[in-house]
């Protein structure tokens, strides 16, 4: 027999416990981030609010606005952007 059980917390995150009749397995779900760009900026969203973020790749590192808007003219073309922030799992893009 099989039981899942999850708890919702303030701060968005799932913990989920897994009973599989042999052991219980936990684990944290973190919520998602929506990232868009376009060849000069990047908006990093929560349910359609601006989330302050780090935007990482090609050795250079930007910070979003209260918004969550950035400048991504510091990454070259192509460059595989890592987003993150906390509380979130990470996201990633290639710039435009």
């Known amino acids: 027999m099989f039981q899942l ?3 919702a917390l303030p701060n968005g995150s799932i913990d989920a416990f897994i009973n599989d009749g042999h052991e219980i ?5 973190l919520p998602g981030l929506a990232v868009t760009a376009t060849k000069t900026a ?4 929560d ?3 601006g989330v302050k973020a780090t ?3 090609g050795g250079h590192t930007v910070t979003t606005s ?8 510091v990454f070259k073309r192509g460059t595989r952007i890592t987003v993150t ?5 990470p996201a990633s893009f290639r710039r435009p």
């Open 5 to 7: 059980a999850a708890l």
């Open 66 to 73: 209260a918004e969550g808007e950035a400048k991504l003219v």
């Open 85 to 89: 922030a906390a509380g979130y799992a």
């Open 42 to 45: 990047a908006t990093v969203l």
């Open 25 to 29: 397995s936990h684990q944290v779900l």
């Open 55 to 57: 935007l990482k790749g």
């Open 47 to 49: 349910d359609g609010f």
